[in-house]
């Protein structure tokens, strides 16, 4: 049987994924990545300058190459999912949850078998190899890239997590999904410390999330100080967001929230040990221990002697973090 891309869409259904689109695979557009780099709101994130050719054209990730396959799994929230008090130590929506490259990667792998079972070849990744996921996800007809830089969909908003197959078999493709942003800008202005310079681009230097999860340094004063005791990533620009007030809920249960990371307590006390039990096999591994207490010392104010305590631990980030907070406080 010659495989079609319905038959390919109704298997990603069968994994358990919400949306399946196909683009044929072909060189994107340089533009807007190269002026991001050269801009510097790639801040420090080394690898995104790595494999340029490669992420701007996935026919040098597999020889022969045909289709860009995109999925994505929606995570918007349920009825009757927590929400964090006013006063607690914020983890975004995301990062609520089982780590979704693990809950992600294993039904596209299982997509990817099932391709090459049928004679095809396939490169599958989730947010870890080198596909432009959202520029591709637009192509393939799932939703567009907003103001914001996220990838939105009329039915599951910017709520969505993407996984990219490549793939050597010739598959009808979508159609490119237009912009359905408009005149809206509420995004822009939405963001606590300013990271969105301009429509479609974020400036890593100034994202809480990147400084939150990606950087290792001490956070910029001037940032943390607008966090609003975000301690893990921010959804920000993605809270205003007119199509995420009807986003569907998640369904996915891998991609169930987990209601202990809803809000954290207890993060200046956490150790390495501690950390690995209570967050293991979620995103906020990402920051580790050192980079959950480093972010809390930062974003929200700290008790004295905890503080004190923190000024002698062995991460430097924390020790930094810690001087900073008895100096705020005038300790």
């Known amino acids: 049987m010659r495989l079609e891309a319905g038959h390919v869409k109704a298997r990603a259904a069968e994994l358990g994924f919400d949306l399946c689109g196909i683009a044929r695979a072909g060189a994107l557009d340089p ?39 995109i999925v994505a799994a929606g995570y918007g929230p349920a009825p009757g999912e927590p929400e964090p008090p006013p006063d607690a130590l914020v983890v975004a929506r995301y990062a609520r949850r089982r780590d979704y490259h693990n809950a992600l990667l294993k039904p596209l792998r299982k997509l990817a078998a099932w391709l090459r079972a049928r004679g095809a070849r396939a490169y599958a990744e989730v947010d870890a190899g080198a596909v432009a996921e959202k520029a591709w996800a637009q192509r393939a007809g799932l939703g567009w890239i907003g103001k914001n830089g996220c990838l939105i969909n009329e039915r599951w908003g910017s709520w969505l997590l993407l996984g990219a197959l490549v793939t050597d078999l010739a598959l009808e493709p ?70 995420n007030r009807r986003a569907a809920p998640v369904k996915l249960v891998s991609l169930r929230v987990k209601p202990e990371l809803v809000a954290l307590r207890g993060v200046l006390e956490l150790t390495e040990a501690s950390a690995r039990a209570r967050f293991e096999g979620t995103p906020l591994m990402r920051a580790g221990r050192d980079g959950l207490v480093r972010s809390a010392l930062a974003v929200a104010p700290s008790p004295r002697a905890q503080a004190e305590r923190l000024r002698r631990d062995p991460s430097p980030g924390v020790r930094i973090e810690a001087g900073r907070a008895l100096d705020r406080q005038g300790w």
């Not at 190269?34 to 790595?50: I, Q, T, V």
């Open 31 to 69: 533009e807007p990545l190269r002026r991001w780099l050269s801009n510097g709101w790639a801040a420090d994130l080394g690898y995104m300058r790595e494999r340029l050719d490669e992420r701007l054209d996935p026919r040098r990730l597999l020889e022969g190459a045909a289709s860009v396959i």
């Open 174 to 243: 979508d159609a490119e999904h237009p912009d359905r942003c408009g005149d809206c800008r509420l995004c822009i202005p939405a963001c606590p410390t300013g990271a969105i310079p301009e429509p479609r681009f974020v400036d890593a230097r100034r994202c809480l999330a990147y400084h939150t999860i990606e950087h290792r340094g001490p956070i910029p004063e001037d940032v943390a100080a607008r966090a609003g005791g975000r301690v893990f990533g921010c959804d920000a620009c993605q809270d205003v967001c007119p199509w």
